[in-house]
């Protein structure tokens, strides 16, 4: 039978593996400060309008 | 080289891709992508531009705009050295930055640069006006693309008409607030425009074998010292003027014009000095003299813009009417 191997998956140096680790949380970091932005632009955006809304 | 992972085995065609292909640093290393002492100018400026409208904008939105310029500035730095890794490897100046030291791999520099290109423009866009936006876009293009892409291998002129790039950020804070620009915002553009050449030449003359060394027509390489000298001499003189050209046009007050052309006449001084000195460890300190002082200049001058703007608007009266009697 002509079997083919599985592909092998790289393995990270413990020192890549911290490296990785630091640009992960900077990642989240930066995008939880996105979606803060995001929020407070939008509510300064909309302004006195948010209170001018039909209820 | 340095790689990300460990050999697996000499065949494995993945452990021959994941090198090359995955970026090995720290978040730092993306960070230092964005040249960060380039935005801190880009900051600088563009909150001048934005201040000097006289029209009011909501603090998150102006803060919001200003991220968005520095974003966009720092993005096009990065398309920089994603486009010039490899010269950058040949100089010593810039053999540390993190393309060519190994820490971030080429493909995820450029998709890093492209993302925060083009989230930069739409939020810009979204939260002040599509003009500003535009002109962001315009500056990541002229800089990311007549400059470091043309200009920069093509002429001794390069840093003379890429300098627009850098000059753009106060005209596209004044764009985010107004929506338009005028000759207040021009005449700040034309300080940083006309500061460059002395500015990077400067340098340039320090560092030419490196530019030589890379293929770089950078002025000192292609014409000389002497005449790079000459003609970092003739931009001081220039931009004396054109440092004061504010004060000079009714944009600010005698103390401006007194202050810029007083930093005016020290800058033209340092430019002369360096004229004189061709050769050895003086020529090299005069260099690196002017370089330092200009880049006080531009900021001390942009500084007293900021200051006669914020000043006027402080309620004086009110903050001390609070400890008066």
Known sequence: MNEQPYPTVAKLSPEALQRQKSRSKALGIVLGCLVILFFIVTIAKLGGNVYNRAM | ?325
């Open chain 2, 1 to 325: 080289m340095s790689l990300a992972t460990e050999p697996l085995a000499a065949d494995s065609s993945l452990a021959r891709a994941a090198g090359p292909l995955a970026s090995n640093g720290t978040a730092r290393d993306f960070y230092e992508l964005l040249k960060p002492r380039v935005m801190q100018l880009v900051i600088f400026t563009a909150l001048v531009g934005m201040l000097t409208a006289h029209q009011s904008i909501n603090p998150i939105i102006g803060f919001a705009s200003i991220l968005a310029i520095a974003i966009g500035a720092g993005a096009s730095g990065c398309l920089n050295m994603w486009y010039d890794a490899t010269i950058d490897g040949l100089m010593d100046r810039t053999s540390k930055r993190p393309i060519p030291s190994g820490a971030v791999a080429r493909g995820e520099a450029f998709a890093f640069g492209m993302t925060l290109s083009v989230g930069s423009v739409l939020f810009l866009g979204l939260i002040t006006n599509w003009y500003a936006a535009g002109f962001l876009a315009f500056t990541i293009f002229f800089y990311v693309v007549v400059y470091t892409m043309w200009l920069k291998h093509w002429t001794a002129q390069n840093i003379v008409i890429g300098g627009a790039a850098g000059a753009f950020p106060p005209m596209i804070g004044y764009m985010a607030v107004t929506g338009s620009f005028n000759i207040e915002t021009f005449l700040q553009f034309l300080m940083i425009f006309i500061w460059t050449p002395p500015h990077f030449w400067a340098l340039a003359l320090v560092k030419t074998k490196d530019y030589a060394r890379a293929g770089v027509p950078m002025l000192p390489v292609v014409a000389g010292g002497v005449e790079t000298r000459r003609q970092i001499l003739i931009y001081s003189v220039l931009l004396a003027p054109v440092g004061m050209s504010p004060a000079l046009f009714g944009y600010a007050s005698p103390f401006y014009l007194v202050f810029s052309g007083g930093f005016g006449l020290v800058m033209v001084w340092l430019a002369y000095d360096l004229s004189r000195k061709h050769e050895g460890d003086a020529a090299r300190k005069a260099a690196y003299r002017l370089f330092g002082t200009s880049i006080i200049y531009l900021f001390a001058l942009f500084a007293a813009l900021l200051v006669e703007e914020v000043v006027p608007m402080i309620p004086w009266a009110n903050l001390w009417g609070r400890f008066l009697p």
